[in-house]
Structure formats: C-alpha cells, structure tokens
C-alpha cells in the first residue's frame, strides 16, 4: 500500500512539471506577426546554415512521401 501514494506524488509532480512548461511555452511563443517579419534583411540576425538545411530537408522528405503515396 506504501507504493500508491508515491505513485500519485509522482503523477502530480510530472502533470504539475507539464503543465508549467505548457504556460511557458504558450507565453514565451511569438505571434504570427512576429514569425512573418523576422527575416535576415530587417533584424540583421543571419539564419544558421543548420536552419537553412533541416528546411531543405523538411521539404525534400515532405516532397518524396507525398510522391511515393500518390504513386
């Protein structure tokens, strides 16, 4: 019987931990506004060539599972 409460602290502390990180993620995430003007010409902050690549691959491997379904 000992096992079941810490079972339930357990559940609560990872429900509680979950719920805070969705609070902050919800008031930390930048508008549509935000995402639509952020670009290297206006903020002056260049993309990271990582960024550049995982958007290539994100639409290569985007582009081959759409064509091996239709096919």
């Given at each position: 019987?000992?096992?079941?409460?810490?079972?339930?602290?357990?559940?609560?502390?990872?429900?509680?931990?979950?719920?805070?990180?969705?609070?902050?993620?919800?008031?930390?995430?930048?508008?549509?506004?935000?995402?639509?003007?952020?670009?290297?010409?206006?903020?002056?902050?260049?993309i990271?060539?990582?960024?550049?690549?995982?958007?290539?691959?994100?639409?290569?491997?985007h582009y081959?599972?759409?064509?091996?379904?239709?096919?």
């Open positions: 019987m000992k096992k079941e409460p810490r079972r339930l602290k357990k559940l609560v502390l990872t429900f509680s931990v979950l719920l805070l990180f969705l609070v902050f993620a919800v008031l930390t995430n930048p508008t549509k506004d935000d995402y639509l003007k952020f670009n290297e010409a206006e903020t002056g902050i260049p990271p060539e990582s960024v550049r690549i995982a958007e290539a691959n994100f639409f290569f491997f081959m599972l759409l064509h091996q379904r239709t096919q």
